[in-house]
């Protein structure tokens, strides 16, 4: 009880404290002079943080008078802590120096618990894709660099994080995406558009691995995935990409289908201006590809803007947006004998049926979000938000042309609170609306309500963070239906005389995701079969556990990290083939249960300190599915039991060279076919990268599958052959 009234006091008071408040400026640097750029500069065990711009500034409005602890700390920089004296009312200036350290470990983590943690690690594992990762991999979409991120595969643009998802085309994601902390899975389908986002308007992505329905709700499934977008840097800033690259021809000539090799290329460019009040940013661009495929050409065009303003000192407004169109020819699957010019053979992997010539899809995709955040007093803060994406696209064959609309609006409120310096909490509601409008999914709508809480508490020395969401869920105006979500997480430090030492997790969550309105209702016909509605789905759960360490820097070169996960799956949904007489038909069922578990490791190490940085990364997977009524068991669909990937990067001076390996074994089943063919091979990628820069330009090379490698995550489709892109870049 006394808690409680402790907490209402200091709301009550909290903005009485206001006038006793100065400003906090200056600038952060590494040891050579040059501007550390989006760099962290909080105020610990308060709500009270900043990024540096461009320039390596910083400004904390409000920050309480007296003594004030002050930490500044970037990815690749060790942290510097520092203790300084604010005056009422006066500006008081701190320059700090960073340190390079490439085994330091990401100073902030905003992922795990909503509200961003400087210093203190996550209880749940979170890999970190930085700017600096996706500049030197010259990636066109975001999703190419996450890619190599250790436990991260995609299929065919689906991204499965430790065998979460499998493949299921379009219909789903067990994988929340949110861009600054708004959801952004597709309203009707549930899928990820990762192409929403221009790669240039992107900071940073930060991958949560295991249930995170705790906080998220649905889609969280599997984990989560969010996505920074830069911020508005103060003064007048401009950009310009320029890429183009070719595509390699088919390894045999039988199975060439051209004359000439295919092109791709892009164009993006940008344009900010900003104060400390208010600022904005614009951005646009245009990409082309003749595809590596036949029928495989794609365009596609993008509008994206920011803007932020500041009204009082402790209050700010953030609005973005973005609005996307493409249009791409659809490959479909490859050609079998009789089917094309087969040339004599049994298929011809780069060819298309020629009863699909012309298939194409037309997408249009968009989103506009708005966000309020007050900092009440060092203590207490508020946040809301509202947002809007919307998604059309219309599939155009000969058999059939398909369209589907649409919309997912979405609101939160968020209260977070640091009532004492060891102790955080957050509280929030959220609520959704979708609706889709289709000829293959009909015109249906979804209804979620949310509500949420969280703290965490530091007791010596290890920290303990609990928290439950109760969402509520209706379709087509339907009776609700309940899940409740809780999770609860430990750290503890094992290297406790050590900044950056080694550190003990555990955590043990439940998630779930609530079948799309495309999974209920579509009716469509796919690989021959007629695909029937199953309005009755019920939600998919799964309980999430892993146990994990992180080192200490060993040798003072290397770090590794290591964790055991453990997830136990129900009312898995997968396609099921039924003799309807007179039809097979294929339906949607919560058919599965379903058991994943491994270990997923990863190693960094600096050999040659600020020029040789190495990483390895592996993840084993084992996985048991046992359908409804059935006691045979068998391996999940589409997940490899063992999936590593290596890179290296070399810098000297102004030239950078790196490579990047990636290997994924053969998988033990594939959907619908219940075996896997003998001449599937595993995953063996290797890419090489090059890179110059001179003051505001920039030229780097990407060969992709560098050994023009073929194979196959699904059936009847091979992955991108051999690609030499180059890109350049002007920054001012």
Known sequence: MHRVVRVGLLLLLAPLGAHAQGVLRGTVREKQGAPVRRASVVIPGTTLSARTDLDGRFRIANAPAGMVRLQAAAMGFALVDTTVAVIRGDSTTVDFTLSF???????????????????????????????????????????????????????????????????????????????????????????????????????????????????????????????????????THARVRLTGGLYADPPHPVWRFRDSPGRHGSADFSASYGNDVMGGRISAGDRHSDGYREQDQGDHLHVAGKGRWQPAPNTRVDLSGSWAVDRYDTPLSWCSRGECDDRGQVFQP???????????????????????????????????????LRTHFVDVRRSATEFGVGNRFGA??????????????????????????????????????????????????????????????????????????????????????????????????RGFRSPTMAERFVRTVALGFVIVPNPTLRPETAWSFEIGHTSAPLLRFMRFDAALFWTEARDLIEPQVLLIPPDVVIQLQNVVRARLAGIDASIIAAPIPERLVTTVGYTFLSTRRRLAGD????????????????????????????????????????????????????????????????????VRVLAANVLNYIYNLVPETLAPVRTVTVTGVWSH
């Open 412 to 509: 939160e409120a968020r209260i977070e609170a640091h009532p004492e310096p060891t102790r955080t909490a957050v509280v929030g509601a959220e609520v959704t609306l979708s609706d889709v409008a289709s000829d293959i999914f009909g015109t249906h709508s979804q209804s979620e309500f949310a509500a949420y809480g969280q703290s965490d508490q530091r007791v010596g020395p290890l920290r303990v963070s609990g928290g439950a969401r109760l969402d509520f869920m209706a379709v087509d105006g339907g009776s609700l239906t309940a899940f409740v979500s809780p999770r609860i997480g430990l750290t503890l430090p094992t290297a406790r005389r050590e900044r950056d030492g080694g550190m003990l997790r555990a955590s043990v969550g």
């Open 350 to 388: 780069f060819k298309v049926d020629t009863t699909e010539l012309g298939a194409r899809t037309d997408s249009r995709k968009g989103y506009l979000a708005a966000q309020v955040r007050r900092t009440v007093s060092p203590q207490f803060a508020w946040v809301a938000r509202g947002s809007w």
């Open 631 to 698: 006691s045979t068991e068998g391996p999940l669909a589409f997940r490899p039991q063992h999936l590593l990937t290596l890179g290296a990067d070399y810098t000297l001076g102004a030239f950078g060279v790196g490579a990047d390996l990636r290997y994924a074994s053969r998988p033990a089943r594939i959907e619908l076919e219940g075996y896997v063919d003998e001449r599937r091979v595993p995953v063996r990628v290797f890419d090489l990268r090059g890179s110059w820069r001179r003051g505001p330009v920039e």
């Open 101 to 235: 350290a490439p085994l330091a470990l990401p100073p902030v983590d905003v992922i795990s618990d909503k509200v961003p943690h400087f210093g203190d690690r996550p209880a749940t594992s979170v890999t970190q894709v930085t700017e600096r990762d996706l500049d030197r991999r010259a990636v066109s979409t975001v999703d190419e660099a996450i890619d190599h991120a250790p436990g991260v595969q995609f299929v065919n643009g689906q991204i499965n994080l430790r065998g979460s998802t499998g493949y299921v085309q379009g219909l789903n994601s067990r994988v929340l995406l949110t861009v600054d902390g708004v959801p952004m899975n597709q309203g009707d389908r549930g899928g990820i558009n990762w192409d929403l986002l221009a790669v240039d308007d992107i900071e940073s992505v930060e991958i949560l691995k295991g249930a995170g329905s705790s906080l998220y709700g649905s889609a969280a499934f599997g984990g989560v995935v969010n996505v920074t977008t830069r911020d508005v840097p103060n003064g």
